[in-house]
């Protein structure tokens, strides 16, 4: 070979070596892993975007969720999220409908992601396009992870559960009840009482399996209640404590909605014969903490509308009594002071909301309304609907609105223990 062809060699070699470095990966989506949900559109490669709706069940509930793995992304290249609303028939009211859910419910201002599969941060707000919405994500040469909120699966329950007995000899896991597809529904129990039959206090999430923030919230309330802070040593030491973070794990798994899921959604079980396992196997302990004269507090943990702010939902005065409803208004004065001092800001409401007959024609099968007709005359029963459409709806946002419920609970309990003795 003589030297001028050598050098057109070396030139040709290079040329290439430069064309296969520069040539992105070709993107990738997968979502079988626990709580995924995408179904895919179209990928396009050049343009690297891609174009996909929520994959949910309608039977499963709402199908508003979705969460993907995205690989070969480089690093510092720009990713495209092009995000349609389901076009399956949802269910509503306990029914089926002919229509597919409204769009909004898919797509926060801004979508969630993770770089690590972990830790969890807002993209910028996406660019509404007709009836579509678009998310942008950088990539760091490794798999994104993007999802409508902050994931929380079963597997995040089992981390939770571990540092907490890990940290606390006083926190001790429990399991509920087995899903009817065999899950686990596993919740902790907290108590340093030294007096028998302490007040009883009852927190769960995500009866409807879509929203995720809710167990955020939960997880704040649990870390706290197992730390250091002063109130929460109070809180130990005069209650036993029960969390569940996931009621609905049967679709927190499979990545369905679970809100009007045929034939009934979690919260509109609870009557005398619930279709689900972990409903049944909760009425039954709620059940015990009320003949021993001791359910205090129950707090049930949600995400509301995506125009709506933080708010609890209150059972209208007409089904109430005294002193009920002055306990209820107490703890939601005590909530509210707490929650809305929260920096950076948590929208709420100081006005709750009421249910009853108008909201939902299975309104009395709703666990906050159950345990108002079933408790104790003094039983405070309520549920928390956080806000997810907003700029701190973070994961610090909402574990923030864990911890000051749980100082609410504390200042609530103080204030009863120091009243007149309960009949
Ligand atoms: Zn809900």
New binding site residues.
């Given amino acids: 070979m003589n030297p001028a062809s050598t050098n057109r060699l070396i030139r040709s070699l290079f040329l290439l070596t430069v064309a296969a470095s520069t040539h992105a990966a070709d993107l990738r989506v997968s979502t079988d892993f626990e709580g995924g949900s995408a179904k895919v559109e179209s990928i396009d490669q050049a343009a690297r975007v891609i174009r996909f709706m929520p994959d949910g069940n309608p039977q499963r509930g709402w199908s508003c969720w979705w969460y993907l793995r995205v690989d070969g992304v480089a690093k510092d290249e720009r990713l495209t999220l092009d995000l349609a609303a389901s076009d399956r028939p949802t269910r509503n009211n306990g029914q089926d409908t002919s229509k597919p859910l409204a769009s909004i419910w898919a797509m926060p201002a801004r979508a969630t992601f993770s770089t690590d599969g972990k830790t969890w941060q807002h993209t910028a707000p996406g660019k509404k396009q007709d009836a579509r919405i678009l998310y942008e994500v950088t990539g760091t040469g490794g798999p994104l992870w993007i999802a409508w909120g902050p994931p929380f699966t079963p597997r995040d329950t089992d981390a939770l559960l571990a540092e907490v007995e890990k940290q606390l000899p006083a926190a001790k896991s429990f399991e509920l009840a087995r899903t009817r597809e065999g899950r686990p529904v596993r919740g902790l129990r907290v108590s340093e009482a030294t007096t028998p039959n302490p007040p009883g206090i009852w927190v769960h999430a995500r009866?409807?399996a879509w929203?995720s923030g809710?167990c955020w919230v939960a997880r704040g309330f649990t870390e706290w209640l197992a730390g250091d802070d002063a109130d929460a040593k109070w809180l130990r030491t005069h209650a036993e404590v029960f969390v569940v973070p996931i009621m609905d794990v049967d679709n927190a798994a499979t990545g369905n909605g679970g809100?009007e899921a045929n034939p009934r959604d979690h919260?509109r079980d609870w009557d005398d014969h619930p279709v689900y396992p972990e409903v049944a196997a909760a009425q039954q302990r709620l059940r015990t903490l009320v003949k021993e004269n001791r359910l205090a507090v129950f707090l049930d943990l949600?995400?509301?509308g995506p125009g709506d702010p933080t708010f609890f939902f209150v059972l209208e005065p007409q089904f109430l009594k005294e002193p009920m409803i002055a306990q209820c208004n107490r703890f939601v004065e005590l909530a509210y002071g707490r929650i809305s001092k929260i920096k950076p800001l948590i929208p709420m409401s100081n006005r709750p909301k009421t249910t009853g007959a108008s909201y939902h024609p299975l309104w009395r099968n709703m666990s906050a309304n159950w345990v108002c007709v079933n408790g104790n005359p003094d039983t405070v029963s309520l549920?928390l609907?956080t806000i997810w459409n907003y700029e701190n709806s973070t994961t610090t946002g909402y574990r923030a609105v864990g911890q000051h419920l749980g100082r609410a609970t504390a200042d609530y309990l103080r204030e009863r223990a120091s009243a007149v003795p309960r009949p």
């Fill in positions: 009866q409807h929203e809710s809100k919260n949600h995400n509301p549920c609907e």
